[in-house]
Structure formats: structure tokens, C-alpha cells
């Protein structure tokens, strides 16, 4: 059945990439425990991903504490779980076609953050339909999450998803504003709550393990020239992680294309003032009398 302007084949890739997700995210989710290490859990999702789908739509995101997004293991890492909030966040594709979903693992002991995200994602999703304003989705998200006693993140929120682009127009803020993107059938759209129990800021951390195609460009060192084949063979435009590559040099290879504008790096991101984030994510394909999540 087509939807808008999604054809029948096209809404079947998402809800198949919906699918593949959703599998991975509770497998993933199940594996978080003290003692654990992160690129266990991300080696795990990724290789499923690629088991029961085409690829990730971006490196498994693990996000821990005071990290909101962009967090991902490196080759080497040997960094455990301990008593923390775990932020997991996962994207599928097929043939472009893109599912992203999140989750947060409580080991901290802050049960009630964690459910401030996942019922304002719920609250988000039952707003949405034809017609409706991306700015009151974010009125309601805020709501509920200051009615928790917790703050949104302000600085982040949920996108479009279209082929072979994992972060795309209309944005769905985190917060009420007077003129957001009227939604219509056949849009994608990712809702992402996130709260905090700091000021609802994220600013850019040191650490950066995740890098996108900035533009097509010569490039005379073989070694880099190589790594940009690959990423333009086999992530497109789609984000990817620097322990993806087997080859030797391969962060000075990136550095030289991150230099050259070839690549751009995605920091870290985290809260300015707080000690805890939690997210909750959905993926969902807006119909004519509301939506259909691809990624329940």
C-alpha cells in the first residue's frame, strides 16, 4: 500500500529496516550489563545488523552518563559497563532506506529519567498525524518531561529520514516552538526525546570516532584515496566509524581527509551541566489518519 508519496516498495524497505532494528536494539539492550565492554555490544548490533538487513544507517551509538550522542567505541576500546545511564542507539538500513531507534539502559539507579523519555516519545508519536506542527509535537515532548521535574535537551531533535540520509528536514524539536514543519502523508520522520537532569544543553567533547562524506574530491595519498573508495562504495552519504577499517594509518588517513573537507567528524556530544541523559527513539512513516511506527 503506498503512502503519500512513498510507494508500496518503498514503505516495505523501512518497515523491513524497521524490523532488522528493532531485533538488533533488544538483543543489544539485553547484552548491557556491568562488566561488559561497548564495543562488545557494538560489534554484536553491527554484525546482526548486517545479518538481517543491508547495513547500519551509522555507527551503534553508546552513550553513557552525561553523553547524548555521537559516542562510539574505537578499534581498541576496552571500556566496561559499570553503574551508569546507557543511551543505545541504532540504525538499519535497506537499499538506503533508513530506521533509527534508541533506547536507555538504567544502571545508575535513575529509573524515573529514563521513563520521562520513553513517555514523552509515547506522548509524541499519539500527536502526530497530517497537518500537525513539528513545534507542538516538541510542546508536548517538553511537557511531560518538566512534568517529571527533568529538563529536554534543547539543543537536539528528531529529523526526517530519506534514502541514503540519516538526518534530513523537518526537524522535531524537543520543546514547544510557534513554527515548527506541518507534517504531511508519506513523510519519515525519527522522534527522539531526550531528558536530563542538568540545564538541556549539549556542546561538543574531545572524543570523535564517527565521520561522514563531506564531498567528492581528488585525493593524492594512496592511502586516503583508498579509505574515501570504500566510504563512497559503501556508506554513501551515510555516517561511518573509523574502527570499520581494517587498514593500517587509517586515522591519519582520516585526519587527511577531514583536512582536505573530504570527511567531517561527528564529536561527542555532551551535557554541559548534568550528570545523566536518557533517550528514547522512533522511527515512523506519517499516514492519513496518523502514523505508522516502523520500529515497535
Known sequence: MSVGSLDEETVEKYRRAGEALRTVLDEAAEMIEPGVTHLEVAEHAEDRIDELADGPAFPVNISVDEEASHSTPGR???AEFGEEMVCLDVGVHVDGYI??????????GNPELVEAAEEALDVAVDAVAPGVDT??????IEEVIRGYGYTPVLNLSGH???????HTGP???NRGVDHGAELAVGDVIAIEPFATDGRGKVREGNKEEIYGLERERSVRNRQARQILETI???YRTLPFAARWFDAPRTEMALRRLKQQDVVHGYPVLKE????LVSQAEHTLVVTEDGCEVTTA
Open 160 to 166: 526526517g529520514v530519506e534514502q541514503w540520509d540519516a
Open 171 to 173: 526537524s522535531v524539536p
Open 99 to 108: 530506521a533509527d531507534a534508541a533506547t536507555t539502559v538504567d544502571l545508575s
Open 76 to 78: 581498541d576500546d576496552d
Open 135 to 140: 513545534g507542538t509535537i516538541g510542546a508536548e
Open 232 to 234: 563512497t562504495e559503501e
Open 272 to 275: 554541559e551541566a548534568g550528570r
